[in-house]
């Protein structure tokens, strides 16, 4: 498997502020990266999936200006919640994998709170 | 129709019980099939994953896929008040690829 940290676990925000969130790959090369965002009571929708030094691919209705996701090296990924709004407040998690996994491994959440 | 369809519950048994959760699916190209337990505010954890058809079975869990029914269980024995959280069922097409999510059962194990 993989371990996979986050950072931070929680944040509160002014609205119109931009928050970063990091992932990372603590004991793995991880050649792709997933984040996700999750509203309670409800599974976990995909955002965008980024590759090692490429751009990253964002689902439909997923705003790749509002969304920045930086994937640097392949153990760092970040998350650039930019001017972020109430709407915004949720929980975000992001997730690993690459040639030697055969699926995803996750980390462990980012809350967010936009006042 | 959604592609993973998969019951909300909250299912609650009582403690040493059998858990049987499932799902069902609709895309045949799935060849990965993947349980993940999430405890609330955490981030899901892997239990358990299955390539194809057939059982896998971990200590007190067992994954079962029947790829020609399109549907996918996991069994818990001997459950225990540990176990109450979200299981999410998860499906790809290739390891590594797009997960497809159901929308997660929760259970509680009562003492």
């Known amino acids: 498997g993989a371990v996979v940290s986050q950072h931070p676990s929680w944040v509160i925000c002014k609205s119109g502020t931009s928050v970063k969130i990091e992932c990372r790959s603590l004991?793995?090369?991880?050649?792709?990266m997933f984040w996700y965002r999750q509203f309670p009571k409800q599974s976990l929708m995909l955002m965008a999936t980024s590759n090692e030094g490429s751009k990253a691919t964002y689902e439909q209705g997923v705003e790749k200006d509002k969304f920045l996701i930086n994937h640097a090296s392949l153990t760092l990924s970040t998350l650039t919640v930019t001017s972020a709004h109430p709407e915004d407040s949720s929980f975000y998690i992001c997730?690993?994998?690459?040639?030697?996994?055969?699926?995803?491994?996750f980390g462990p959440g980012t809350r967010l709170l936009v006042l | 129709q959604k592609e993973v369809e998969q019951d909300p519950g909250p299912l609650s048994v009582p403690e040493g019980a059998i858990v049987s959760l499932n799902c069902t699916y609709s895309?045949?190209?799935?060849?990965?099939f993947m349980w993940y337990r999430q405890y609330s505010r955490k981030g899901p954890e892997l239990l358990m994953y299955?390539?194809?058809?057939g059982n896998k079975e971990d200590g007190r869990f067992t994954a079962q896929v029947d790829k020609s029914s399109k549907y996918i269980s996991l069994f818990i024995r001997d459950s225990q008040p540990s176990d109450s959280a979200t299981y999410l069922c998860?499906?790809?097409?290739?390891?590594?690829?797009?997960?497809?999510f159901g929308t997660g059962t929760q259970l509680k194990v009562e003492l």
């Open positions: 998860a499906m790809s097409t290739g390891g590594g690829n797009k997960l497809t």
């Open positions: 895309n045949s190209a799935f060849q990965y």
């Open positions: 299955t390539y194809s058809s």
């Open positions: 997730s690993v994998t690459g040639t030697s996994l055969e699926t995803q491994y």
């Open positions: 004991d793995f090369q991880a050649t792709t």
